[in-house]
């Protein structure tokens, strides 16, 4: 049972690329989460999805795109990367709205 | 607005000194304070959660407890394994996606 699975875990771009990080889930789970975490600070959440099809903006959602046309699959997207987005990136998922987060184990992002 | 710390920032122990990590809270509509474990690397691992003020749980050396602001997480006689960041986050309403994490506060159990 892998739980939540990202791909790639480490990744560099050049400042204006656009890449995509894959968020897999296999315990049927109806949320999905993209955060990320700088040091010193809390995780912060970028944007979410309640369900197949739907997705929200979270705290920080300016400069990524998502989607979700899987149940399982959550995508974060970033257009033209900036400095700025250099982070580490962690999906999650919980059943509902009320239970814990599983978390996969990040993706380290670097845009020079 | 709405605020998560936690205290120390970082903490050195010996094997078998007790301690406890503080995470302070100004929520308006509390729906859950959550404990999580970070190893280096790794994605954040559930440990408990804690909902009304008075509330205790425990599992194994840890215990958390809850009252209207903060939340202890108490460390009885830690093993080195023990060494982590450990997060605490807050749930501030019912539709599940609203979390607050505090910045983690680094545990080093030294042998």
């Known amino acids: 049972n892998a739980g939540v699975t990202q791909t790639p875990k480490f990744r560099v771009l050049k400042t204006g690329q656009s890449m995509t990080l894959l968020c897999a889930q296999d315990?049927?789970?109806?949320?999905m989460y993209w955060y990320r975490q700088d040091p010193g600070m809390g995780l912060r959440l970028i944007h979410y999805?309640?369900?197949?099809?739907?997705?929200a903006k979270g705290e920080v959602p300016d400069g990524y795109n998502v989607s979700r046309l899987k149940k399982q699959n959550f995508l974060l997207g970033l257009e033209s990367a900036a400095p700025s987005q250099t982070s580490v990136y962690f999906c999650a998922s919980s059943y509902g709205g009320q239970g814990e987060l599983f978390f996969g184990e990040g993706s380290r992002l670097t845009v020079l | 607005e709405d605020q998560v710390t936690q205290s120390p920032e970082a903490l050195r122990l010996q094997e078998g000194e007790s301690s406890s990590l503080n995470c302070s809270y100004t929520v308006s509509g509390l729906r859950g304070l959550f404990w999580y474990r970070q190893d280096p690397g790794k994605g954040p691992e559930f440990l408990f959660t804690?909902?009304?003020a008075g509330e205790e749980k425990e599992k194994e050396r840890l215990k958390a407890t809850l009252t209207k602001k903060e939340s202890f997480l108490h460390i009885t006689a830690p093993k080195p394994e023990d060494s982590a960041t450990y997060l605490c986050?807050?749930?501030?309403?019912?539709?599940?996606?609203?979390?607050?994490f505090g910045p983690g506060t680094r545990l080093s159990v030294l042998p």
């Open positions: 804690l909902y009304s």
């Open positions: 999805s309640v369900g197949e099809g739907t997705t």
């Open positions: 315990m049927n789970h109806e949320y």
């Open positions: 986050a807050v749930r501030r309403d019912n539709y599940g996606q609203n979390f607050v």
